[in-house]
């Protein structure tokens, strides 16, 4: 919807106008792919087939309309997907990024994916992968965060010691 323009309280004629604008604004060949963007943004697709569609044919068609769109926009300028904490993701989330990441290898399109030790995404095997492990932050460091988030230059002791000791480094923790 941000990428579109859309906003929540457009009404539906708006949102299928600025859908058909962008769309074409990156190639007029692009009008099959027209109602599943439709569908997927929860306005009417202009297809009752599409309604009728086995859900599995209409998602892989979802998803072959969103890959398409992204690798046309990243023809215009480069792009950046960034999917966060993906090791909560449901298993169409997963299948989706999974095949984007193979068709970007040659693209102006980086896609960042954060995700908890443990978690494997299916794309860790691929060349153009290269995964991150960020380390926990040091106690001054989560010092800082505690100080920025709050506005203070220095934290009681009593509140760094919780700070340390309950976040262990880790910012989701700290926040």
Request: charge should be negative; include cysteine.
């Amino acid at each position: 919807k941000r990428v579109l323009g859309i906003d929540d309280g457009d009404a539906e004629a708006l949102v299928l106008q600025k859908i058909e604008r962008a769309v074409r604004r990156l190639g007029d060949d692009l009008s099959e792919v027209l109602p599943f963007v439709r569908y997927l943004l929860a306005v009417d697709p202009g297809d009752p087939a599409i309604q009728a569609m086995d859900p599995r044919l209409r998602h892989a068609q979802v998803v072959r309309a969103t890959h398409l769109l992204l690798e046309r926009g990243a023809v215009l300028r480069p792009h950046v997907v960034v999917i966060e904490d993906v090791h909560w993701c449901d298993p169409a989330t997963e299948d989706w990024f999974t095949r984007l990441a193979g068709r970007i290898a040659t693209k102006r399109l980086l896609l960042v994916l954060t995700y908890r030790p443990g978690y494997r995404p299916a794309i860790g095997s691929r060349s153009f992968h290269t995964a991150l492990a960020l380390s926990t932050l040091t106690g001054e460091e989560s010092l800082s965060v505690a100080g920025g988030l709050l506005g203070a230059a220095a934290l009681p002791p009593s509140l760094q010691a919780l700070v340390l000791d309950k976040a262990d480094g880790n910012p989701f923790f700290i926040e």
